[in-house]
């Protein structure tokens, strides 16, 4: 049953906290159970007052009972307000931890914006489960339990007519839960929608903009929002019919136990202080009726932020990350064989059936029209996706064997329009290795030409780019990703060159570096550009899914009918 792996899952966040949670339970409930004492202790007052004695022992009982009972409470309810966002914290560690280990084609298939909802607001709402859902819940049930005996002593009858408007309430109260947990998640999942639709916007910002999209767009964002506050409207109305309920039925009760209990005083069958007692306990009968609500309510909307949570935890995740040990600089040299991959089993397939060998060192491009499937080279020896057949190996070692962590550690990666992250300069060039020293930082500086650049900026180094900080051009930005990947040390750099034109100086800039790395390393690069392909070792031309041709440019111009057309009209070369 999915509720029980719920539970379960929530209880696995709560484990770490189970001391504080009983402690927090037992002050709280401890607090609660004062309170039932307090019609006792009245009936004392009221009894001592009939019998003429002295009130000073009675009526300091009563006081000291209220003060004890109320500071044992409140300490109870700090204690579960901290287990609480424990609990909170827990979860988003475990969740977030969780993202970050998900496969890539797991992250494809979702929305960004429902995933930063799921762990921002959804275990927002773990905290009250147990604070006002669990233990509220509990100590309600204490506090009914406690009230019923107390009235069975004073009066069975009286205690019969309280009983039926008890049940009557319960059945209603059971009508209503499934009603309100399902706007409940509902309201989670709309909010999730609206991150979605806010994150799309931000992604494509100036696109927006440029296209005066608007007020289209915040009509969207508006219409998710207000599906939220349907929802939770849902939540408030189903929740005030289950309130009201009980407080009616409360209220009925203690009229009909007046009546009957008055009577019964009138003919002698029952004292007035026990009359007086009784109503005593019928009143704390409605607050205890009421935090039950309250508190099911709560879990209701904790289980439904659960199972939000739980379809992320629930997702495949990539194999645990292994110390990447020291995987040597060695040049590697990387093999396909028989490769056929697609991106899901209802998407098309991209590679039929691709083979071709890299020897370690030097300069290898890929080239082909658009959607031949380049990229996805890269992207399955980074082993973002898994081919369906066929042999991938690095170092003539099957990929499949490698430790990921050891693989991805041999491996630089430069996307294409590769991302500047927001931090500084330093921040973006260390990343991948945060232990590298100042020499070497110097030293790929000087590689990828990005010297004049730092020299420029008005902090060097420290300054700070992305989205708070300068802007870098395309240029800059592509040697900015080449240098944190250098930084790491490949034994094979695979670089995805940008499909937009860069400017002469740019390009040249580029030429060097890419040919001024090839002499340390090897090269795998996606290419879009003549330079590139000119001076490249060897050039794979691939097409719809396949190697078609590999050769130098000068075999390549003489003996493959599409290389000539890609570099006559692609690479702009005259025909
Ligand atoms: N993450 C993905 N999920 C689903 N399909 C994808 C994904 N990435 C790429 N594809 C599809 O796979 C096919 C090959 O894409 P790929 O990016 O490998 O081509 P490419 O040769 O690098 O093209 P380009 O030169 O335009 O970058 C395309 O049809 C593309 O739509």
Same mark, same amino acid.
């Given at each position: 049953?999915?509720?029980?792996?719920?539970?379960?899952?929530?209880?696995?966040?709560?484990?770490?906290?189970?001391?504080?949670?009983?402690?927090?339970?037992?002050?709280?409930?401890?607090?609660?159970?004062?309170?039932?004492?307090?019609?006792?202790?009245?009936?004392?007052?009221?009894?001592?007052?009939?019998?003429?004695?002295?009130?000073?022992?009675?009526?300091?009982?009563?006081?000291?009972?209220?003060?004890?009972?109320?500071?044992?409470?409140?300490?109870?309810?700090?204690?579960?307000?901290?287990?609480?966002?424990? *609990? $909170?914290?827990?979860?988003?560690?475990?969740?977030?931890?969780?993202?970050?280990?998900?496969?890539?084609?797991?992250?494809?298939?979702?929305?960004?914006?429902?995933?930063?909802?799921?762990?921002?607001?959804?275990?927002?709402?773990?905290?009250?489960?147990?604070?006002?859902?669990?233990?509220?819940?509990?100590?309600?049930?204490?506090?009914?339990?406690?009230?019923?005996?107390?009235?069975?002593?004073?009066?069975?009858?009286?205690?019969?007519?309280?009983?039926? *408007?008890?049940?009557?309430?319960?059945?209603?109260?059971?009508?209503?839960?499934?009603?309100?947990?399902?706007?409940?998640?509902?309201?989670?999942?709309?909010?999730?929608?609206?991150?979605?639709?806010?994150?799309?916007?931000?992604?494509?910002?100036?696109?927006?903009?440029?296209?005066?999209?608007?007020?289209?767009?915040?009509?969207?964002?508006?219409?998710?929002?207000?599906?939220?506050?349907?929802?939770?409207?849902?939540?408030?109305?189903?929740?005030?019919?289950?309130?009201?309920?009980?407080?009616?039925?409360?209220?009925?009760?203690?009229?009909?136990?007046?009546?009957?209990?008055?009577?019964?005083?009138?003919?002698?069958?029952?004292?007035?202080?026990?009359?007086?007692?009784?109503?005593?306990?019928?009143?704390?009968?409605?607050?205890?009726?009421?935090?039950?609500?309250?508190?099911?309510?709560?879990?209701?909307?904790?289980?439904?932020?659960?199972?939000?949570?739980?379809?992320?935890?629930?997702?495949?995740?990539?194999?645990?990350?292994?110390?990447?040990?020291? &995987?040597?600089?060695?040049?590697?040299?990387?093999?396909?064989?028989?490769?056929?991959?697609?991106?899901?089993?209802?998407?098309?397939?991209?590679?039929?059936?691709?083979?071709?060998? &890299?020897?370690?060192?030097?300069?290898?491009?890929? $080239?082909?029209?658009?959607?031949?499937?380049?990229?996805?080279?890269?992207?399955?020896?980074?082993?973002?996706?898994?081919?369906?057949?066929?042999?991938?190996?690095?170092?003539?070692?099957?990929?499949?064997?490698?430790?990921?962590?050891?693989?991805?550690?041999?491996?630089?990666?430069?996307?294409?329009?590769?991302?500047?992250?927001?931090?500084?300069?330093?921040?973006?060039?260390?990343?991948?290795?945060?232990? &590298?020293?100042?020499?070497?930082?110097?030293? *790929?500086?000087?590689?990828?030409?990005?010297?004049?650049?730092?020299?420029?900026?008005?902090?060097?180094?420290?300054?700070?780019?992305?989205?708070?900080?300068?802007?870098?051009?395309?240029?800059?930005?592509?040697?900015?990703?080449?240098?944190?990947?250098?930084?790491?040390?490949?034994?094979?750099?695979?670089?995805?060159?940008?499909?937009?034109?860069?400017?002469?100086?740019?390009?040249?800039?580029?030429?060097?570096?890419?040919?001024?790395?090839?002499?340390?390393?090897?090269?795998?690069?996606?290419?879009?550009?003549?330079?590139?392909?000119?001076?490249?070792?060897?050039?794979?031309?691939?097409?719809?899914?396949?190697?078609?041709?590999?050769?130098?440019?000068?075999?390549?111009?003489?003996?493959?009918?599409?290389?000539?057309?890609?570099?006559?009209?692609?690479?702009?070369?005259?025909?």
């Amino acid at each position: 049953m999915p509720e029980t792996a719920s539970w379960r899952l929530l209880f696995a966040y709560v484990r770490p906290h189970r001391r504080a949670l009983l402690l927090g339970g037992v002050l709280s409930l401890v607090g609660s159970l004062a309170g039932l004492a307090m019609p006792l202790l009245a009936k004392v007052v009221i009894d001592a007052f009939g019998e003429q004695r002295s009130l000073v022992g009675p009526v300091l009982g009563l006081t000291a009972a209220v003060l004890l009972g109320a500071a044992v409470g409140a300490l109870g309810r700090y204690v579960l307000e901290r287990m609480g966002e424990g *609990v $909170v914290f827990s979860a988003r560690r475990s969740l977030v931890d969780r993202m970050l280990r998900l496969r890539v084609s797991e992250v494809d298939r979702l929305k960004p914006g429902d995933l930063l909802s799921r762990v921002t607001s959804d275990t927002t709402l773990l905290r009250a489960v147990f604070t006002d859902g669990v233990v509220e819940t509990v100590s309600a049930v204490f506090m009914l339990v406690g009230a019923v005996v107390m009235m069975a002593i004073m009066d069975g009858l009286l205690l019969l007519i309280t009983l039926t *408007v008890l049940i009557l309430v319960g059945s209603l109260v059971g009508l209503v839960m499934p009603r309100i947990r399902r706007a409940s998640t509902q309201a989670q999942v709309a909010v999730g929608e609206m991150g979605a639709v806010l994150d799309r916007v931000l992604q494509a910002f100036r696109t927006v903009k440029a296209s005066g999209a608007e007020d289209r767009e915040i009509a969207t964002v508006g219409a998710a929002a207000r599906e939220a506050r349907d929802r939770g409207v849902a939540v408030a109305w189903w929740t005030s019919i289950a309130g009201i309920s009980a407080w009616v039925s409360a209220q009925l009760a203690f009229v009909a136990v007046l009546g009957v209990g008055g009577a019964r005083v009138a003919s002698g069958a029952l004292e007035v202080s026990s009359l007086i007692a009784f109503l005593l306990y019928l009143f704390y009968l409605v607050a205890p009726i009421g935090q039950m609500v309250q508190g099911v309510t709560q879990m209701q909307n904790g289980l439904a932020a659960v199972k939000r949570i739980r379809e992320i935890e629930e997702l495949p995740a990539e194999e645990a990350a292994d110390a990447a040990g020291t &995987v040597g600089t060695a040049p590697a040299g990387v093999s396909f064989e028989g490769v056929a991959f697609r991106y899901g089993d209802d998407r098309p397939v991209v590679h039929h059936d691709v083979s071709f060998t &890299v020897p370690a060192g030097g300069m290898t491009a890929l $080239v082909g029209p658009s959607g031949a499937g380049k990229s996805t080279v890269f992207a399955l020896l980074e082993r973002f996706y898994e081919q369906q057949s066929g042999t991938i190996s690095v170092d003539g070692r099957d990929i499949g064997q490698w430790p990921l962590g050891r693989l991805r550690a041999s491996l630089g990666y430069v996307e294409q329009d590769a991302p500047v992250l927001d931090g500084s300069l330093r921040e973006n060039l260390v990343f991948a290795a945060p232990e &590298v020293g100042e020499a070497e930082i110097r030293r *790929v500086l000087a590689l990828t030409r990005l010297e004049d650049l730092v020299a420029r900026l008005p902090e060097g180094l420290e300054t700070k780019v992305g989205h708070r900080g300068i802007m870098l051009s395309g240029g800059e930005r592509q040697r900015v990703a080449i240098a944190r990947a250098l930084l790491r040390r490949p034994r094979l750099l695979l670089l995805d060159e940008a499909t937009s034109q860069l400017d002469a100086v740019n390009e040249l800039r580029l030429r060097e570096v890419i040919a001024e790395v090839a002499r340390e390393t090897t090269v795998l690069v996606i290419a879009h550009r003549l330079s590139t392909v000119t001076t490249a070792d060897r050039i794979v031309v691939m097409e719809a899914g396949r190697v078609r041709a590999v050769g130098t440019h000068s075999e390549l111009l003489d003996g493959d009918d599409l290389y000539r057309e890609l570099a006559a009209t692609q690479f702009l070369l005259p025909t």
